[in-house]
């Protein structure tokens, strides 16, 4: 006997959706693929945030999807205005809110395209001004809105259409850039990068930049399932991945400072990251020599990584990656 | 115009919401209750993981009830039970499987000291009766499951205390008298007629109880040694392995000789050879064909008792040759004065069956002054000869059924072999009964008896991400020059380490409501409710949402969640 219960007869979801233990601030119905990332970690930004918030959005497939007219996902005050501008916006609303003397925090989000590239002079200024302004930047590492054009924050060696191995690249050429190190250089109080695979650390991260009264910076690893080449499915599995291989270390930054890191107790060879994502497949070409020496250089990549921030912990650490997100009956082991 | 603003609210009629995502899926997700693989190896059928679930949420009485739903004497299985649950167990692929067997002891220990009442679950009284004979664990079981049925039971038995091989051929050492003793009489007092000194055969015969009872269970295992010769030659002094022991039992005689070779494999020829030792025999040879517990060592050629008690037999002294046979007695006139052993091993021949082959030039000679056959048991056929039909053992089916005998069943050590259903244990003859049990319901309700089947759950399916590696609790023995003929070697976990050894537990195949699909659902289709999951979980899909993404299930620790392909 399966025990298969099908419940949508007998339990009115939607009564129960209204009394969730947890605020809602992105509502299902948005149009956002099977398994997006980037959905995932703006549902928990505000749901960490909770419902003080007003929301600006740089153009992207977060500003898309979450906002079908005449529909809209969000249950908290909500604006787009253009590309580039999320952070100036942000910026402007805060200064109205000041003069009002009223303590709503802002949130300001974009994705990698509106952060590291287009939008970035807004940001860049809007923290050198001191806004009280929480910017989350949902990094899925190209744009992808648009039809996968690399960015900024592209990963090197990966596929996009703009970046296309062939007999001269394999992939990307550049570096991703490290808009972490460019943030923390502006000598603001909290700067973090976030994972949706380490949803209580991501968590943590909101609250602690939701506490500080002046501008703080989260950017989240958030996987793309089309861009990425990947299955909906293992969304979580390969930001997972990222993480436990070094390639995108979990850091908090104040005032400039590598102030914790999330260790990794036994770092995982980066080909299990590469290979779980189409946008790497060509690093698996047979007979090219370049595929190997490439798969080499992401992982002296990781390596780097892993030594600059410190991140193998000694010994059984129960705070580090492999701890983070351990189950117990009834919740997680910490929250 | 003033304008009012509603924080954390929405306009009804623009939300998104109106617009279901749901229409895109191509699956959908589905809680399914996987078997996990204690439950799935367990012979008594108990679901250990259900009952480690409870001991971890804090109400321990509540794991015994579910433990006993299954299994009525954990005190005593969980003592002398080979646990083929730890072997199954999946944490043992990555550390070390939980303390099962420990745990069920524990909980059969503080049933007993706390007085936990047996739950029986309501149900109409039932006129029928039943008589079980044999008041070993097939037959306490299978009464236990009638009463729990709400038949009127009567058990019989030869001798004038109830608990069968348990008392009659298991040592105080591994198994206290005390403990024995407590958790029958508490199964007895549950409304269990019991007739003792009252032998089928001698004291009353089959026909009889067929004519006075509407059902009858014959529990009487295997109490004749099988016959065992060398080339026809038989010692003049021979003594059975299960006689010696009992003997040594009921009135702590036994023979010692200054060197006995144990011909055997099984608990029997363990035990004995660890009382002859401790009884002050110099050298205790154990013969058998059978491999040593290791790595190496395929699963149907292992030594059949537990690790443990092989490990300690050796600790305290007791030889082992595996692999061997007897081939020849050596006698001076009709004594023993050594034997001539050679290796084997068991091979599959040209028709792919395994069958043991000897290798000539490897015969060694062993200079002892007794041999001790210990090579198992057959049914006594006094009494029952009609149905055994010249056979060692009772041919049925897993149910107990046998061909032609409508009202008649049995079950434990006196069966032969069913496939998928090996025999030969305590815990494996709890199992014969409880099915027994069902099998007598259905007859005298009129049905086909019924056995739960959920699919298993295996290693892969589960996400390891989300456990940890944690360290299996260890358990106090007694130290070797502190061992007598009385005091259990084994200890039994703390009420402390019982409650971390089942934290250890993956909740293989069942929710443990660690909000894993709640939380990572990009779609905010699981919800979460403790009312209303039916399924025991809590939580439940909103298929007007659902794109079918697959992550939840993908990220489901304990592969509790499936994608089911939609209908087109």
């Given at each position: 006997m399966t025990d298969t219960t099908?419940?949508?007869?007998?339990?009115?979801?939607?009564?129960?959706?209204?009394?969730?233990?947890?605020?809602r601030g992105l509502e299902a119905g948005h149009r956002?693929?099977?398994?997006?990332?980037?959905?995932?970690?703006?549902?928990?930004?505000?749901?960490?945030?909770?419902?003080?918030?007003?929301?600006?959005?740089?153009?992207?497939c977060l500003e898309v999807f979450s906002t079908a007219w005449p529909q809209s996902a969000w249950r908290v005050p909500w604006l787009h205005s253009l590309f580039e501008n999320s952070a100036a916006i942000a910026s402007g609303v805060e200064a109205a809110l000041k003069a009002q003397g009223r303590r709503t925090k802002v949130i300001a989000q974009g994705g990698d395209g509106g952060t590291f590239d287009i939008g970035f002079q807004a940001l860049s200024g809007m923290l050198e001004r001191m806004h009280n302004?929480?910017?989350?930047?949902?990094?899925?590492?190209?744009?992808?809105?648009?039809?996968?054009q690399r960015s900024g924050s592209t990963p090197h060696a990966a596929m996009t259409t703009t970046s296309p191995p062939g007999k001269e690249r394999m992939g990307k050429r550049h570096m991703k850039k490290d808009l972490l190190s460019i943030i923390a250089a502006h000598h603001i109080?909290?700067?973090?990068?976030?994972?949706?695979?380490?949803?209580?650390?991501?968590?943590?991260?909101?609250?602690?930049?939701?506490?500080?009264?002046?501008?703080?910076?989260l950017l989240i690893h958030s996987p793309c399932p089309l861009g990425w080449g990947h299955d909906g499915t293992v969304s979580i599995e390969v930001a997972r991945l990222a993480v436990q291989t070094g390639l995108f270390p979990l850091v908090e930054l104040e005032r400039g400072e590598v102030a914790s890191v999330m260790p990794i107790r036994k770092p995982v060879p980066v080909v299990e990251y590469l290979k779980r994502q189409g946008r790497f497949r060509h690093?698996?070409?047979?007979?090219?020599?370049?595929?190997?020496?490439?798969?080499?250089?992401?992982?002296a990549l990781a390596d780097y990584n892993i030594e600059r921030y410190g991140l193998m912990g000694d010994g059984d650490d129960p705070f580090d990656s492999e701890g983070a997100d351990t189950i117990r009956r009834g919740g997680p082991a910490r929250a | 115009m003033p304008v009012t603003m509603t924080r954390g609210a929405f306009a009804?009629?623009?939300?998104?919401?109106?617009?279901?995502?749901?229409?895109?899926?191509?699956?959908?997700?589905?809680?399914?209750?996987?078997?996990?693989?204690?439950?799935?190896?367990?012979?008594?059928?108990?679901?250990?993981?259900?009952?480690?679930?409870?001991?971890?949420?804090?109400?321990?009485?509540?794991?015994?009830?579910?433990?006993v739903a299954a299994n009525p004497i954990p005190a005593v299985t969980g003592r002398v039970c080979p646990h083929p649950c730890e072997s199954a167990c999946?944490?043992?692929?990555?550390?070390?499987?939980?303390?099962?067997?420990?745990?069920?002891?524990?909980?059969?220990?503080?049933?007993?000291?706390?007085?936990?009442?047996?739950?029986?679950?309501?149900?109409?009284?039932?006129?029928?009766?039943?008589?079980?004979?044999?008041?070993?664990?097939?037959?306490?079981?299978?009464?236990?499951h009638l009463v729990r049925r709400h038949y009127k039971v009567t058990l019989f038995d030869s001798m004038p205390e109830a608990g069968g091989l348990l008392r009659s051929a298991i040592p105080p050492t591994r198994l206290p008298r005390d403990v024995l003793d407590q958790e029958l009489a508490r199964l007895l007092a549950l409304g269990i007629e019991f007739r003792q000194r009252t032998a089928l055969g001698r004291d009353i015969t089959l026909e009889e109880l067929k004519t006075e009872f509407d059902a009858v269970f014959l529990g009487i295992g295997a109490g004749k040694s099988r016959h065992w010769d060398v080339d026809g030659a038989v010692p003049a002094d021979l003594h059975e392995g299960l006689h010696l022991l009992k003997e040594w039992l009921q009135v702590g005689a036994l023979p010692t000789p200054k060197a006995v070779a144990i011909h055997g494999g099984g608990n029997t020829a363990v035990d004995l050879a660890r009382v002859m030792k401790r009884a002050g025999v110099a050298e205790v040879h154990l013969i058998t064909a059978s491999g040593l517990p290791g790595p190496d060592t395929e699963p149907d050629d292992v030594l059949n008792v537990v690790p443990r008690e092989f490990e300690q037999a050796v600790e305290e002294g007791v030889k082992f040759y595996p692999h061997r046979t007897i081939n020849r007695l050596i006698m001076r006139g009709s004594k023993v004065v050594g034997v001539e052993m050679v290796r084997l091993k068991k091979l599959p021949g040209a028709n792919g069956r395994k069958t043991r082959v000897a290798f000539e030039g490897t015969e060694t000679v062993l200079h002892v002054d007794m041999?001790?056959?210990?090579?198992?048991?057959?049914?006594?056929?006094?009494?029952?000869?009609?149905?055994?039909?010249?056979?060692?053992?009772?041919?049925?089916?897993?149910?107990?059924?046998?061909?032609?005998?409508?009202?008649?069943?049995?079950?434990?050590?006196?069966?032969?072999?069913?496939?998928?259903?090996?025999?030969?244990?305590?815990?494996?003859?709890?199992?014969?009964?409880?099915?027994?049990?069902?099998?007598?319901?259905?007859?005298?309700?009129?049905?086909?008896?019924?056995?739960?089947?959920?699919?298993?759950?295996?290693?892969?399916?589960?996400?390891?991400?989300?456990?940890?590696?944690?360290?299996?609790?260890?358990?106090?023995?007694?130290?070797?020059?502190s061992r007598n003929d009385t005091d259990e070697i084994e200890g039994g976990p703390t009420a402390a380490q019982a409650a971390t050894e089942a934290d250890r537990c993956f909740s293989c195949g069942n929710c443990l409501a660690c909000d894993n699909c709640w939380t990572l659902c990009p779609d905010s289709a699981v919800i979460k409710t403790v009312d209303q999951a039916s399924d025991g979980s809590h939580y439940v899909f909103d298929l007007d949402y659902c794109k079918g993404c697959g992550l939840c299930a993908h990220e489901c620790p304990c592969g509790y969640i499936k994608m089911e392909a939609e209908e087109e």
């Amino acid at each position: 006997m399966t025990d298969t219960t099908d419940l949508r007869d007998v339990v009115d979801t939607s009564a129960l959706r209204a009394r969730q233990p947890r605020f809602r601030g992105l509502e299902a119905g948005h149009r956002a693929c099977q398994g997006c990332g980037e959905a995932l970690a703006a549902r928990l930004v505000t749901e960490a945030a909770g419902p003080d918030v007003i929301l600006t959005n740089a153009t992207g497939c977060l500003e898309v999807f979450s906002t079908a007219w005449p529909q809209s996902a969000w249950r908290v005050p909500w604006l787009h205005s253009l590309f580039e501008n999320s952070a100036a916006i942000a910026s402007g609303v805060e200064a109205a809110l000041k003069a009002q003397g009223r303590r709503t925090k802002v949130i300001a989000q974009g994705g990698d395209g509106g952060t590291f590239d287009i939008g970035f002079q807004a940001l860049s200024g809007m923290l050198e001004r001191m806004h009280n302004v929480l910017y989350v930047c949902y990094d899925n590492e190209a744009y992808m809105n648009t039809g996968i054009q690399r960015s900024g924050s592209t990963p090197h060696a990966a596929m996009t259409t703009t970046s296309p191995p062939g007999k001269e690249r394999m992939g990307k050429r550049h570096m991703k850039k490290d808009l972490l190190s460019i943030i923390a250089a502006h000598h603001i109080p909290y700067a973090a990068s976030a994972s949706v695979a380490y949803p209580q650390d991501l968590r943590r991260k909101v609250r602690r930049a939701m506490e500080i009264d002046g501008p703080t910076f989260l950017l989240i690893h958030s996987p793309c399932p089309l861009g990425w080449g990947h299955d909906g499915t293992v969304s979580i599995e390969v930001a997972r991945l990222a993480v436990q291989t070094g390639l995108f270390p979990l850091v908090e930054l104040e005032r400039g400072e590598v102030a914790s890191v999330m260790p990794i107790r036994k770092p995982v060879p980066v080909v299990e990251y590469l290979k779980r994502q189409g946008r790497f497949r060509h690093l698996f070409a047979d007979g090219d020599h370049r595929a190997r020496e490439e798969r080499e250089h992401l992982q002296a990549l990781a390596d780097y990584n892993i030594e600059r921030y410190g991140l193998m912990g000694d010994g059984d650490d129960p705070f580090d990656s492999e701890g983070a997100d351990t189950i117990r009956r009834g919740g997680p082991a910490r929250a | 115009m003033p304008v009012t603003m509603t924080r954390g609210a929405f306009a009804k009629a623009g939300t998104s919401l109106a617009f279901k995502t749901g229409t895109w899926r191509s699956a959908r997700p589905v809680h399914v209750h996987a078997a996990a693989p204690c439950h799935r190896a367990c012979p008594a059928g108990e679901d250990q993981q259900a009952w480690l679930a409870r001991i971890q949420e804090g109400h321990p009485q509540a794991a015994w009830e579910s433990l006993v739903a299954a299994n009525p004497i954990p005190a005593v299985t969980g003592r002398v039970c080979p646990h083929p649950c730890e072997s199954a167990c999946n944490r043992g692929k990555m550390d070390e499987p939980i303390a099962i067997h420990a745990l069920e002891r524990w909980l059969g220990d503080e049933a007993i000291r706390h007085g936990w009442a047996y739950p029986i679950p309501k149900g109409p009284a039932r006129t029928e009766r039943v008589a079980v004979v044999g008041a070993g664990p097939a037959g306490l079981s299978a009464a236990y499951h009638l009463v729990r049925r709400h038949y009127k039971v009567t058990l019989f038995d030869s001798m004038p205390e109830a608990g069968g091989l348990l008392r009659s051929a298991i040592p105080p050492t591994r198994l206290p008298r005390d403990v024995l003793d407590q958790e029958l009489a508490r199964l007895l007092a549950l409304g269990i007629e019991f007739r003792q000194r009252t032998a089928l055969g001698r004291d009353i015969t089959l026909e009889e109880l067929k004519t006075e009872f509407d059902a009858v269970f014959l529990g009487i295992g295997a109490g004749k040694s099988r016959h065992w010769d060398v080339d026809g030659a038989v010692p003049a002094d021979l003594h059975e392995g299960l006689h010696l022991l009992k003997e040594w039992l009921q009135v702590g005689a036994l023979p010692t000789p200054k060197a006995v070779a144990i011909h055997g494999g099984g608990n029997t020829a363990v035990d004995l050879a660890r009382v002859m030792k401790r009884a002050g025999v110099a050298e205790v040879h154990l013969i058998t064909a059978s491999g040593l517990p290791g790595p190496d060592t395929e699963p149907d050629d292992v030594l059949n008792v537990v690790p443990r008690e092989f490990e300690q037999a050796v600790e305290e002294g007791v030889k082992f040759y595996p692999h061997r046979t007897i081939n020849r007695l050596i006698m001076r006139g009709s004594k023993v004065v050594g034997v001539e052993m050679v290796r084997l091993k068991k091979l599959p021949g040209a028709n792919g069956r395994k069958t043991r082959v000897a290798f000539e030039g490897t015969e060694t000679v062993l200079h002892v002054d007794m041999v001790v056959p210990a090579i198992g048991e057959v049914v006594d056929p006094a009494g029952v000869e009609a149905l055994l039909h010249g056979k060692d053992y009772f041919a049925c089916d897993r149910f107990g059924r046998m061909e032609g005998q409508g009202r008649v069943f049995v079950g434990g050590d006196a069966r032969a072999w069913v496939k998928g259903y090996p025999n030969g244990t305590v815990t494996a003859a709890v199992g014969d009964g409880r099915r027994a049990a069902e099998a007598i319901d259905a007859f005298l309700s009129g049905r086909e008896p019924a056995e739960e089947d959920r699919p298993p759950i295996p290693y892969e399916k589960l996400n390891l991400a989300y456990y940890e590696s944690s360290a299996r609790i260890r358990l106090p023995t007694l130290p070797l020059d502190s061992r007598n003929d009385t005091d259990e070697i084994e200890g039994g976990p703390t009420a402390a380490q019982a409650a971390t050894e089942a934290d250890r537990c993956f909740s293989c195949g069942n929710c443990l409501a660690c909000d894993n699909c709640w939380t990572l659902c990009p779609d905010s289709a699981v919800i979460k409710t403790v009312d209303q999951a039916s399924d025991g979980s809590h939580y439940v899909f909103d298929l007007d949402y659902c794109k079918g993404c697959g992550l939840c299930a993908h990220e489901c620790p304990c592969g509790y969640i499936k994608m089911e392909a939609e209908e087109e």
